[in-house]
């Protein structure tokens, strides 16, 4: 099994992730869920998940600067961040830090299963 930590501040988008993954991933299991990036990269520091899936827009710490954290912890770390921006520097600044993927809100199954295959 594959697991998997959700980040997002959203907790109705936080629930639709989990549920995807419950119902259309059976490779990947939840090890946990955070609802801001400070909470999200302690439960990866915790946890040592497969796979990080985040919101980019969050309080406390914000997707892109877990991300950050977490690559200088694990370089070969596996993360997708999901977003409703879709402004160029977003997406920059998540290829700069090493992302797998960046998918836009609102994520289909479809886009999730394509960004973590």
Known sequence: ??????????PSA?????????????SLTI???????KDGLDQYRRLSPDLVISDVKMPV????????AIKEDDQNAQIILVSGYQ??????AALKYGV??????????????????
């Open 61 to 68: 710490m914000d997707g892109l600067d877990m991300v950050k």
């Open 1 to 10: 099994m594959f697991r998997v930590l959700v980040v997002d501040d959203e």
């Open 14 to 26: 936080l629930d639709y992730i989990c549920n995807i993954i419950k119902m259309k991933c059976p």
């Open 87 to 92: 402004e160029f520097e977003y997406v920059r």
């Open 100 to 117: 797998s993927d960046y998918v836009l809100k609102p994520m289909t199954p479809a886009n999730f299963i394509a960004a973590a295959a």
């Open 31 to 37: 090890a946990g869920t955070a609802e801001n990036g």
